[in-house]
């Protein structure tokens, strides 16, 4: 059973910088591709970053330039480094991983809060 377990949440003040981390186990499979997404009070989830296992990235147009997503393939894991946060980044931050060869299945983790705040 794949389990997908996140880390890095917090408070922090605008300006800062936070590291999310997630790491999948519980597969036989080849990654694919994993991702970040967000989900902020009485709003629907959304994509923050994603990217391939080749490195191939998607960002939000909101993140760009702020955030950067990499992967450690051999490792199933993945990360994203915030910088210059933002209080409308504040959102329950939830990592997604894909595997060959069912990749149309999509694993969720738990979530991890982020919250920035004066």
């Known amino acids: 059973q794949v389990q997908l377990v996140e880390s890095g949440g917090g408070l922090v003040q605008p300006g800062g910088s936070l590291r999310l981390s997630c790491a999948a186990s519980?597969?036989?499979?080849?990654?694919?591709?994993m991702g970040w997404y967000r989900q902020a009070p009485g709003k629907q989830r959304e994509l923050a970053a994603a990217?391939?296992?080749?490195?191939?990235?998607n960002y939000a147009d909101s993140v760009k330039g702020r955030f950067t997503i990499s992967i450690d393939s051999a490792k199933n894991t993945v990360s994203l480094q915030m910088n210059s946060l933002k209080p409308e980044d504040t959102a329950v931050y939830y990592c997604r991983a894909n595997f060959v060869p069912i990749i149309a299945i999509d694993y969720w983790g738990q979530g991890t809060q982020v919250t920035v705040s004066s």
């Open positions: 519980g597969t036989s499979g080849r990654l694919y591709s």
């Open positions: 990217i391939t296992a080749r490195g191939n990235t």
